[in-house]
């Protein structure tokens, strides 16, 4: 099956511009997350979609990031406008969704790594 | 509360070495343990999880072993080779259905030949 779709692999930005990311999940996945991973740390949740509903959007820094997945499908995550700190890879995962078994895994895409000057 | 500590920060071993890596948690409720694997300019690959039904899972040459007393786990790998030259996370998950993630930093593996 095909894995978690991420575009673009790249994107350099001078900051207060504006950038958008795109995930296409694995098909049949419910459940679908943005991650932000900064450099020499782990992921960290910025958004959990279950199909095109946001179950958490605790850590997302609402004032300049969004994010939508409609029709419960793929997504798009946005930062406007983009500031120094936003440099990182942004990872998007997809998972079954459910309570048990292999509902659980999450696969990841190779992410975006993103670069504000 | 909601934080995973994963130690060391960078493991150097030699080919054919055990290499392991640790991680403690504190929320008792979490109930799933994955273990990712991270090449550069990849996205994490999950390598093997563990519930905290069961002290130890084996999978190939990774086994995690799970203390729930000490609320730790960690990850060995066995006969370690060049190729596992990674960044290891472990990760932990609160029930529900929803899954959220929480990583830790990460543990930078080198195997020399």
């Known amino acids: 099956e095909a894995g978690v779709a991420q575009s673009p692999r790249y994107k350099i930005i001078e900051k207060r511009q504006s950038v958008a990311f795109w995930c296409n999940p694995i098909s049949g996945h419910a459940t679908l997350y943005w991650y932000q991973q900064i450099l020499g740390q782990g992921p960290k949740l910025l958004i959990q979609?279950?199909?095109?509903?946001?179950?958490?959007d605790s850590q997302l820094p609402k004032d300049r990031f969004s994010a939508e997945r409609l029709k419960g499908v793929d997504s798009t995550l946005k930062i406007q406008p983009a500031k120094l700190e936003d440099s990182a890879v942004y990872l998007c995962a997809s998972s079954l969704g459910g309570f048990s078994g292999r509902s659980y895994e999450q696969y990841f895409g190779p992410g975006t790594r993103l670069t504000v000057t | 509360q909601q934080q995973v500590k994963q130690s060391p920060q960078s493991l150097i071993v030699q080919k054919g070495g055990i290499s392991i890596i640790n991680c403690a948690y504190e929320?008792?409720?979490?109930?799933?343990f994955p273990w990712y694997q991270q090449f550069p300019g990849k996205g994490p690959a999950l390598l093997i999880a563990i519930r905290p039904d069961v002290s130890e899972k084996k999978e190939g040459r990774f086994t995690i072993s799970f203390n729930k007393s000490a609320k730790q786990f960690s990850l060995h790998i066995m006969d370690s080779q060049p190729g596992d030259s990674a960044t290891y996370f472990c990760?932990?998950?609160?029930?529900?259905?929803?899954?959220?993630?929480?990583f830790g930093a990460g543990t930078r593996l080198a195997v020399h030949p």
């Open positions: 929320n008792t409720a979490f109930d799933y």
């Open positions: 979609f279950q199909n095109n509903g946001v179950v958490d």
């Open positions: 990760a932990a998950s609160m029930p529900g259905g929803y899954n959220k993630l929480i």
